[in-house]
């Protein structure tokens, strides 16, 4: 307790905040070539229609499509929601200061940036191309096909609980399969196998 005041009759009134000035904003984040096969058009599309909710989406990168979604977005009225970071060096930091990837993709090999993103804890949303699947399940993450895209970001949003659990399995397989002392291991296996 306070024992300097020399008053024995006094007050202590606590300092306060006004909560409604601490609401945290949701962030997603994309990360990936503003090109069409990453789907960025459909995914401002999405945002637009989800305006009630308090979130923002963070674009990494650059390509042949920024001045369109740029456009796009202005015409959408989202320039408030969406904002476009460029080419950037420091992804892994930039995913850890997120809530949420996003990889609405038309097709795909295996993107980096989800084994970046298991490796930072991030729950992701992802379309069921190219390899995906093999590493993204519903255990692990939202694996959803575009029009169930919309509903998985709401889930994400409402029950961020359950998404973080599936972000601690994603992060547990990278470090399990993923890291780069056994992925080297596998070429140095390979190698030796070609040289026999």
């Known amino acids: 307790m306070i024992s300097f005041f020399h008053k024995q009759n006094n007050t202590i009134i606590v300092n306060d905040i006004d909560g409604c ?4 904003i949701f962030t997603f984040i994309i990360v ?3 090109g069409i096969m990453k789907n960025h058009e459909f995914l401002i599309n999405l945002v637009s229609e989800l305006k009630g909710y308090n979130f923002q989406l963070k674009v990494v990168r650059t390509g042949i499509l920024e001045k369109k979604l740029k456009k796009q977005i202005a015409t959408l009225g989202l320039t408030d929601r969406v904002e476009f970071l460029g080419g950037r060096r420091d992804v892994p930091e ?22 970046e993103a298991g490796a930072c804890g991030v729950p992701v949303i992802t379309t069921p191309v190219g390899c995906i699947p093999d590493f993204i399940s519903k255990e692990r993450g939202f694996l959803v096909e575009l029009d169930g895209f919309k509903d998985a970001i709401i ?5 961020y609980q359950s998404a ?14 993923y890291n780069i002392g056994k992925i080297v291991k596998q070429y140095e296996d390979l190698y030796q196998d070609l040289l026999l």
């Open 21 to 24: 000035t601490y609401n945290p």
């Open 32 to 34: 990936g070539r503003l």
């Open 94 to 115: 930039l995913l850890s200061h997120a809530d949420c990837l996003l990889l609405p993709s038309l097709w795909e090999a295996f993107p980096i940036v989800l084994l």
């Open 155 to 159: 889930d994400v949003m409402d029950n």
């Open 164 to 177: 973080q659990e599936k972000a601690e399995l994603l992060l547990s397989t990278v470090k399990s399969q």
